[in-house]
């Protein structure tokens, strides 16, 4: 006896109610396959790395700590325009947009910066994907380890800008550097 029923993905599905034999019903071939498994991991090398003093080599694709760049002037590059918002899956970016006073111009590139820009680390799922939408190369997922201290509260987990922008003596190494290699 079969029984068509639909999935989710709105594809038909053919479920079939077949007896079980004898042996079927032991379940002695799946309770020795099992076992097999059991026994073939109980004699296998560990692999364990002694953490402090060993480090696990990183991936060449590792997106770590967030990180909001700036221009080679030390200015913020970001522009509020909400495409890294926009596209990330787990919605753990949050900004609100501002407009730059006259005398702010030597802190932000364009008319219209981030005033308030936090992401919520315990969402984020480090995909890179805000990374890719920013238009101006203002958010940055480093090479460096996310290095996350146990924390008591959420609160303490929401990385607002004073976390995320880019140090400016930082800012001002790497124009050296890019003034250096011309």
């Known amino acids: 006896m079969s029984i068509e029923t639909m ?27 099992g076992l097999m498994i059991t026994i073939k991991h109980l ?16 991936s060449p694709v590792y997106r770590g700590q ?34 730059r006073k006259p005398n702010e111009i030597h802190l932000y590139r364009e008319e219209k910066y981030a005033e308030i820009y936090e992401i919520n680390m315990l969402r984020c799922i480090f995909c890179g994907l805000c990374e890719e939408a920013c238009p101006k190369q203002a958010i940055y997922l480093t090479k460096s380890r996310v290095m996350v201290k146990s924390q008591s ?7 607002g800008k004073e976390k995320l922008v880019m140090p400016l003596d930082m800012a001002i190494q790497n124009t050296n550097k890019t003034q250096m290699a011309n």
């Open 7 to 33: 999935s989710l993905s709105g594809r038909k599905k053919e479920v079939s109610n077949k007896t079980m034999t004898f042996g079927e019903k032991l379940y002695l071939v799946a309770i020795f396959k």
């Open 43 to 58: 004699f296998k090398r560990k692999v364990t790395i002694k953490y402090p003093e060993q480090t696990r080599e990183l």
């Open 66 to 99: 967030h990180m909001l760049m700036r221009d080679d002037e030390g200015r913020e590059r970001c522009t509020a325009c909400g495409l890294c918002a926009l596209s990330c899956p787990a919605e753990a970016i949050t900004m609100k947009a501002a407009e």
């Open 153 to 159: 509260d959420r609160e303490d987990f929401i990385y």
